[in-house]
């Protein structure tokens, strides 16, 4: 007996040992994979920023691109103008010699070339505003109309076309339905791409210009610049441009980050007059409340008129 219970004991023993080895060399493969995974987080955090110093002239007149931008929603508006005169039979270019075909290649083709002039004049025109921007003191409204010319030409290259089109009871169903579904398309693409969403003031820029003294960092796809280049909002981005202030601005990098305005203020740098992102808004809610505090300080003290 005592023989049939030690062998039975070895047997247990050996089937534990076989078990801790089989879970062993499970575990073997995620250690690996964890391990190089560790590994591959090191080399990349091991890699070293690169930081491109454009060879940009800052400045210079916008008349060219101006001009540019007017020839070019010029152009969006006479394509507008070929299709609504296909829709209305009064003009046509032979394709093929099939009418509907012709009718289907003008349509499409107008539109097309329409988004694409919208497009690169907003960009030329945003170009220049960023170079010579408006000053505010001309007015809020018309400071807004300046830096949206491009959404508000989209309109006018589309939206007479698009109305047409819903009017319309001659053209074919299926093709009414298509063309109005991509000339409405084209317009929310180019009202977008057109739009200015951090447009910047005169006086904003002569402010940047003379408080921020060091060059500048920003990415490629941002609309920051940063006065840090070990700023946490740029850490992990593997190419920084840098350069003077105006020409982050001429970027379109137009305001400052708030982690380095934050930062600045610390280390003594004015940003009074300058974009700061996020700044606008809060300066705006405070404003009636540091006005409204001034009353009450003032009518604290003579208090005995309620005595009357």
């Known amino acids: 007996m005592a ?7 070895d047997k247990k023993e050996t089937e534990a040992v076989k078990k801790v080895s089989e879970t062993a060399k499970k575990a073997e493969p995620a250690a690996k994979k964890a391990a190089e995974t560790t590994v591959k987080k090191a080399e990349t955090a091991k890699k070293p920023q690169t930081i491109v110093t454009p060879n940009k002239p800052t400045g210079g007149s916008t008349i060219g691109l101006r001009i540019g931008a007017v020839v070019l929603w010029v152009l969006a ?3 507008e103008i070929l299709a609504i005169l296909a829709i209305t039979k009064d003009f046509t270019i032979r394709f093929t010699n099939n009418g509907n075909t012709n009718l289907w290649i003008i349509l499409i083709g107008c539109i097309v070339l329409d988004l694409a002039c919208c ?5 030329l025109w945003k170009k220049a505003n960023h170079i010579h921007p408006m000053s505010e003191k001309r007015g809020k409204f018309l400071f807004y109309l300046w830096n ?15 109305i047409l089109l819903l009017k319309n009871k001659k053209l074919d169903g299926k093709m009414k339905t298509i063309v109005t579904i991509v000339a409405a398309a084209a317009m929310l693409i180019a009202g977008f791409v057109s739009a200015d969403p951090h447009p910047i003031s005169a006086e904003q820029q002569e402010a940047a210009e003379q408080q921020v003294t060091t060059d500048v960092y920003w990415t490629q796809f941002g609309h920051k610049y940063h006065v840090y280049d070990d700023c946490g ?4 981005s593997n190419t920084l441009y840098k350069g003077p202030v105006l020409e982050a601005i001429e970027s379109g990098r ?9 930062r600045a ?5 004015n940003l009074s007059g300058l974009n700061v992102e996020g700044r606008a808004a809060e300066e ?3 404003a009636p409340a540091s006005e409204a505090e001034l009353p009450i300080n003032t009518q604290a003290v003579p208090t005995v008129t309620g005595g009357n």
Not at 254 to 262: E, G, K, P, Q
Not at 265 to 269: A, P, T, Y
């Open 3 to 9: 023989e049939i219970i030690v062998r039975n004991k």
């Open 77 to 79: 508006l006479a394509f």
């Open 254 to 262: 137009t305001a400052m980050c708030s982690f380095c305005a934050n």
């Open 119 to 123: 497009i690169l004049a907003a960009q």
């Open 284 to 286: 705006n809610e405070d």
């Open 265 to 269: 203020e610390k280390d003594g740098m």
């Open 233 to 236: 909002a740029i850490k992990n």
């Open 148 to 162: 949206e010319l491009g959404v508000v030409m989209v309109c006018i290259c589309f939206l007479p076309l698009i």
